[in-house]
């Protein structure tokens, strides 16, 4: 289906991605002993954001300025260049016979296989699109996100590595030499680094809030290894930063490394739990800072690599807010005279740190960057 084919921004979603479901968790604990069933849903990475973020859309009218787009599921081939075929195997295996659970807080039903396929295949077909020009930009509402999958181990509502695959599946087509991938999702992305840790033709950043998921990963020490030593730069930032601090760090970080870099395209693993209203995360981002982060990668990615980017939808649990700060990315990607203004902002605007608070965080940015060098 394709609602504008003309357009330049294509926008990659499929019904079926909201019906993975699996798991009885609260919030992200195993039900049992004293902890209680929730009585709507389990784990915070629900259907829930997304669907919502996709009504918004329509309901605003901007889903028909958009080249939308389904996707085929990711091939045996996409996958297996991420994916040993033991955990693929046994994955699928599990998918068929019902359901389960195969790593840390990754449960999935009946079909679990299928539609983590499919996700990784909005990303995969996204990038795709992207690199054959048949759109500029592109957002790929993924579900469920990868950034934390490792290549036989999902964790973190993580199953397969999408952005990973995206990849794999570009360079094996002869496309994108050099990638940068660019994660400003609240947690650390360890799938993403793992997995071109050893290489220099992927370049991963990592913005997150220090300890919190992985607890073990993540640290400013980690910068690559043999080939790829340099090539991933991990930004561990305290609880508490704010519109001010992520700005800063796209400014100072990484907007530097993306131009001695000179990709020929930018992803972004696109999470909104940095997001001030996010039930797992200490952040303060607002609307506006999802807006404004997405218009300077817009701005570098027309000026290295002909307007080439990605956006992967990866986590953000607040139902309520993250179907605005989605908006506003596809708002600055699109370009789209629609605006959907944030029914929170005056309370989020007195609720961000103080300049004292900025001043210390300008601090610890400025220390990051020297230890990057």
Not at 288 to 301: H, Q, S, V
């Amino acid at each position: 289906m394709s609602t504008d084919p003309t357009s330049r921004t294509g926008f990659y979603w499929d019904e079926r991605c909201f019906w993975h479901s699996g798991g009885n968790y609260a919030l992200t604990l195993p039900v049992g002993g004293y902890v209680q069933p929730l009585a709507a849903g389990g784990l915070p990475e629900s259907p829930e954001t997304k669907r919502r973020l996709k009504n918004l859309l329509d309901v605003s009218g901007l889903t028909s300025e958009l080249h939308v787009s389904s996707a085929p599921e990711a091939s045996r081939e996409d996958l297996l260049r991420v994916h040993p075929a033991s955990y693929l195997d046994e994955f699928k295996a599990m998918s068929d016979a019902g359901g389960g659970e195969l790593g840390l807080r990754t449960p999935f039903g009946r079909g679990g296989y299928e539609i983590a396929a499919l996700s990784a295949g909005l990303a995969t077909t996204a990038l795709a699109d992207i690199m054959a020009g048949r759109v500029d930009n592109a957002y790929a509402l993924s579900r469920p996100p990868g950034h934390h999958c490792l290549p036989d181990w999902p964790n973190g509502f993580c199953l397969m590595a999408n952005i990973a695959i995206a990849v794999e599946a570009a360079k094996a087509r002869g496309e994108a030499p050099r990638v940068a991938v660019l994660d400003w999702d609240v947690h650390h992305g360890n799938g993403t680094e793992h997995i071109f840790y050893d290489r220099d033709d992927v370049l991963t950043i990592s913005i997150h809030q220090e300890n919190n998921y992985p607890l073990d990963t993540g640290a400013l020490a980690d910068r690559g290894r043999d080939a790829g030593a340099g090539y991933n730069i991990n930004i561990p930032l305290p609880p508490g930063v704010g519109h001010v601090g992520y700005l800063e760090v796209l400014d100072r970080i990484v907007a530097p490394a993306l131009e001695d870099y000179k990709p020929d395209v930018i992803i972004v693993a696109c999470g909104f739990d940095a997001g001030i209203y996010d039930p797992i995360a200490r952040m303060c981002c607002t609307m506006e800072t999802y807006g404004e982060m997405t218009a300077r990668m817009k701005a570098l990615a027309e000026r290295l690599c002909d307007g080439r980017l990605l956006m992967v939808h990866e986590g953000g649990y607040s139902e309520v807010y993250v179907p605005f700060c989605g908006h506003r990315v596809i708002e600055v990607l699109s370009g789209t005279q629609i605006r959907v203004e944030d029914p929170m902002a005056e309370t989020v605007r007195i609720r961000q740190p103080n300049d004292g608070f900025n001043a210390y965080i300008s601090g610890v940015i400025g220390e990051i960057a020297a230890a990057l060098g």
